[in-house]
C-alpha cells in the first residue's frame, strides 16, 4: 500500500513501510537460518563412571535385586563391609522400606538370603584404610 501526503506519494514505489518491513524481516530469517546452520549437534552428556563399578558382587540368586534394588541409594560399599547375620539383613532391609527404598514384600526373602550368604558374619571383615594394620610389639626394653 502507498500512503497519499496531499494527493502525493509519500514514500515512493521503492520506499513503503510494507517493502522495508519485508525486507528486514526477510534478512532476519535468512541470518537465523544461516547461524542455526553453523552450531554443532548437542553433545551426548558425559555419564560419571559407576561408582560400583570397584565393588563386584557375587553371582547367584538375588544379585540382580541387590544390583536394582540397593545401588538405587547407595554404593555397595556399604554392603561389602556389612556383615550382618540373617536376622540383622533382615532388619536392614526393613528399616530401608521404611526410609523410602522401592523394594517389593516378594523381594525381601531373596534379598536376605543373597546378603546373609554372600556378606554374613560367617566371612571375614576386609581391613579399611582407617583400620590400622596389627604389628608385633616392637621390644627394646631394658
Known amino acids: 500500500m502507498v500512503a497519499l501526503h496531499r494527493g502525493k506519494r509519500a514514500w515512493g514505489r521503492a520506499g513503503s513501510m510494507e517493502f522495508w518491513c519485508a525486507l528486514f524481516g ?9 547461524v542455526a546452520a553453523q552450531q554443532q549437534p548437542p553433545a551426548a552428556p558425559k555419564l560419571l563412571p559407576d561408582p560400583n563399578a570397584r565393588y563386584p558382587l557375587p553371582d547367584g540368586p538375588g544379585k540382580e ?12 560399599d556399604r554392603i561389602l563391609h556389612a556383615h550382618f547375620s540373617t536376622t540383622a539383613w533382615r532388619a536392614e532391609i526393613k528399616k530401608m522400606r521404611v526410609n523410602g527404598a522401592d523394594i517389593k514384600p516378594a ?30 610389639p616392637t621390644g627394646g626394653g631394658n
Open 26 to 34: 526477510a534478512m532476519c530469517l535468512a541470518g537465523a537460518i544461516g
Open 65 to 76: 535385586l541387590v544390583q536394582t534394588d540397593c545401588s538405587a541409594c547407595h554404593t555397595f
Open 107 to 136: 523381594d525381601i526373602d531373596p534379598l536376605v538370603v543373597y546378603l546373609s550368604q554372600h556378606f554374613g558374619p560367617a566371612r571375614p571383615r576386609t581391613r579399611t584404610a582407617t583400620q590400622p594394620k596389627a604389628s608385633a
